[in-house]
């Protein structure tokens, strides 16, 4: 079993920053990638960005230039910067075990005012 805190979240003017961290605990040996989904009200959830335990990263094409993921042994933390008011949503900290089993935070809420 893995869990996941994420903290960080809350409100933020347009063109401002926020700093999003996720810890990870119990089995984190057996963990790999760690990634930042989202989800705004209405719509589905999406990947934000991932990060391999060697480093390799992933964004999406909405958030490539703004947000930043980096990670230090079992924390995953991403630097969210110009943020706009589409940027609101839940954010969840995502990872899978050896097995294939996904482990989900409970998410934080980043809400972004025009």
């Known amino acids: 079993q893995v869990q996941l805190v994420e903290s960080g979240g809350g409100l933020v003017q347009a063109g401002g920053s926020l700093r999003l961290s996720c810890a990870a605990s119990?089995?984190?040996?057996?963990?790999?990638?760690m990634g930042w989904y989202r989800q705004a009200p209405g719509n589905q959830r999406e990947l934000v960005a991932t990060i391999t335990s060697g480093g390799s990263t992933n964004y999406a094409d909405s958030v490539k230039g703004r947000f930043t993921i980096s990670r230090d042994k079992n924390t995953v933390n991403l630097q969210m910067n110009s943020l706009k008011p589409e940027d609101t949503a839940v954010y969840c900290c995502?990872?899978?075990?050896?097995?294939?089993?996904?482990?989900w935070g409970k998410g934080t809420l980043v809400t972004v005012s025009s």
């Open positions: 995502n990872t899978k075990d050896s097995r294939g089993t996904s482990y």
């Open positions: 119990g089995s984190i040996f057996s963990i790999n990638a």
